[in-house]
């Protein structure tokens, strides 16, 4: 099975193409092959950024922040209930009887 290369684009390439689509009247399938993108990468950009007017700057649209937020806190809750299973076996290992 051969894996895929994600070819990495800028932000401002990212940006341009999202320009491109709202003020061209172009359609999102044509301005992919123009840009030589593959099928859909336009519209998952569309959903996942939004373009800051006041600083011209590509962010995270809301949805995009909160799905973020929430693989980080996942990842953060599964450290600590690790943490916890470590701290119940240790205190499992002390409070044993030591007589042996």
Do not use: C
């Amino acid at each position: 099975m051969s894996k895929k290369h994600q070819r990495p684009y800028s932000d401002e390439f990212k940006k341009e193409a999202l320009h491109m689509l709202a003020t061209s009247g172009k359609t999102k399938g044509q301005i992919e092959r123009e840009l030589g993108l593959s099928h859909g990468l336009l519209r998952k950009w569309e959903k996942r950024f939004q373009v800051n007017e006041e600083s011209d700057k590509l962010e995270l649209n809301e949805v995009a922040q909160l799905q973020a937020e929430v693989r980080r806190l996942k990842r953060e809750n599964t450290r600590l209930k690790d943490d916890f299973e470590i701290l119940k076996k240790t205190i499992q290992i002390f409070s044993t009887d030591q007589r042996r």
